[in-house]
């Protein structure tokens, strides 16, 4: 299958997405990746059969990058702004990815097709990061809604990601690390037992400012908190660890290997 | 006023503690103390007015070390186990520390003093941890009891915790990192609101074994999550970080001033 170059819109650009010849269309006024969707992207480890769904997948960024890095069967990223939808679909289609990812217009607090239920391997979210009474929202909507609790709160995204992923599944967040406890009480609350967890500082000598955690539905407890990820030297360059996840690496790989 | 020598019973030694000259009477058989009340004498900040309270004083190693290494009012360690709490007494003569330090034979399940409610700027504890389906109970019952939840778990410890604490004041806790989640959602049913943790790993590509965290009472959410301490340098002697601690150095000290 040949590669379609999409129509561009006012405001659009098309970006280099990490070191794999992936792109991405993006629109600062609606959408702009960060390198948080590298750092989940580098903590799941998907199977080639495995079947992912992205509650909130904004500009798609999270299910190009999963979709472009590794094997997998599908990713399917859901999103409640309809042109953001479609941005993704254009950038699907502009990486050849269109057979594997596809993106939905819907509302996760509303997860009404029966197919989403108990459907998934991997639930993965990278989810508004604050409560409305949290500082000064931005006048635009669409990247407000990325940061803000505006369309879904983290009880709504618990109880989602409860509901699509599979009895033997995974469901992987990244999450300010500063609402942590909230975190666990909440996904304890729909029975989403976290298992793996890793924190991310942006030098060793900071608090940790960002948290990946990986549960499984129904689980016993007993949880590992792995060494942490290091996002920048003393030099102010990015650390080896960081350079790697970058380039597509996976955490595990990274860590059991090298480290 | 004199150091007093007490008198030594059948299995007991004088062993050196840390490096300010403190001893401590230990029996293996009954207690010997571990890294564990170094890493949390060094992460809580305790101020020369504080009153402190150790739940679960075991042969009195967090009593001992804080009063020894800090200037603080009072530190009064409970203990289910008389002979414990009778040993520790002795240590705290040896030390010349009887005026500041006391124990008391108490069941913190059943805190029915009326001066011990909401009586203390500091509450600290390192409980049993495990929970008493987990591997192999020691046939004594004095090390059994530091390491099982047979005395009490983690929900008493809460409970108990809270109610001793004043109402600005602090709990402080050493615990297995893979019980996070537990203490996490624990602490929350008894309103104490996790405020900074540390992790310990023994090695810098090793999960995390032990978890220090801090809680107030009734406060609001927002949780730090400082740096790791590493316990072994890959060289297998002790990281410069953790021969501060056992040197009696806060942990705030080291990372503000040098990390």
Redesign the interface.
Same mark, same amino acid.
């Given at each position: 299958m040949g590669l379609q170059i999409p129509e561009l819109k006012t405001g659009e650009s098309i970006d280099r997405l990490g070191y794999h010849g992936l792109r991405i269309i993006q629109n600062p006024a609606k959408f702009k990746f960060t390198m948080d969707a590298f750092l989940l992207a580098g903590f799941i480890e998907p199977k080639p059969t495995h079947k992912i769904i992205d509650l909130g997948s904004g500009g798609g960024v999270l299910p190009l990058l999963i979709a472009g890095q590794r094997e997998i069967a599908a990713v399917l990223g859901i999103e409640i702004q309809p042109e953001l939808v479609e941005m993704s679909r254009r950038s699907a289609t502009l990486n050849g990815l269109a057979d594997i990812i596809t993106f939905e217009m819907v509302d996760l607090r509303n997860l009404s097709s029966s197919f989403m239920a108990n459907s998934f391997d991997y639930v993965i979210t990278n989810p508004p990061f604050f409560e409305l009474n949290r500082g000064v929202i931005s006048e635009n909507s669409g990247l407000a809604s990325a940061k803000f609790e505006i369309n879904c709160t983290l009880e709504d995204v618990a109880k989602s990601a409860a509901r699509c992923v599979k009895a033997d599944g995974k469901v992987a967040i990244i999450y300010p690390?500063?609402?942590?406890?909230?975190l666990? &009480?909440t996904f304890?609350k729909y029975h989403l037992?976290?298992k793996r967890?890793c924190?991310i500082?942006s030098k060793?000598?900071?608090?940790?400012n960002l948290?990946l955690m990986e549960a499984k539905p129904g689980a016993k407890?007993?949880?590992? &908190?792995?060494?942490?990820i290091t996002i920048y030297a003393t030099d102010g360059t990015y650390t080896r660890i960081m350079e790697r996840i970058f380039h597509g690496e996976n955490y595990f790989e990274i860590?059991y290997n090298t480290?």
């Amino acid at each position: 299958m040949g590669l379609q170059i999409p129509e561009l819109k006012t405001g659009e650009s098309i970006d280099r997405l990490g070191y794999h010849g992936l792109r991405i269309i993006q629109n600062p006024a609606k959408f702009k990746f960060t390198m948080d969707a590298f750092l989940l992207a580098g903590f799941i480890e998907p199977k080639p059969t495995h079947k992912i769904i992205d509650l909130g997948s904004g500009g798609g960024v999270l299910p190009l990058l999963i979709a472009g890095q590794r094997e997998i069967a599908a990713v399917l990223g859901i999103e409640i702004q309809p042109e953001l939808v479609e941005m993704s679909r254009r950038s699907a289609t502009l990486n050849g990815l269109a057979d594997i990812i596809t993106f939905e217009m819907v509302d996760l607090r509303n997860l009404s097709s029966s197919f989403m239920a108990n459907s998934f391997d991997y639930v993965i979210t990278n989810p508004p990061f604050f409560e409305l009474n949290r500082g000064v929202i931005s006048e635009n909507s669409g990247l407000a809604s990325a940061k803000f609790e505006i369309n879904c709160t983290l009880e709504d995204v618990a109880k989602s990601a409860a509901r699509c992923v599979k009895a033997d599944g995974k469901v992987a967040i990244i999450y300010p690390t500063e609402r942590l406890d909230e975190l666990m &009480v909440t996904f304890q609350k729909y029975h989403l037992t976290p298992k793996r967890i890793c924190f991310i500082h942006s030098k060793n000598n900071a608090k940790s400012n960002l948290v990946l955690m990986e549960a499984k539905p129904g689980a016993k407890k007993g949880l590992s &908190v792995l060494p942490p990820i290091t996002i920048y030297a003393t030099d102010g360059t990015y650390t080896r660890i960081m350079e790697r996840i970058f380039h597509g690496e996976n955490y595990f790989e990274i860590l059991y290997n090298t480290l």
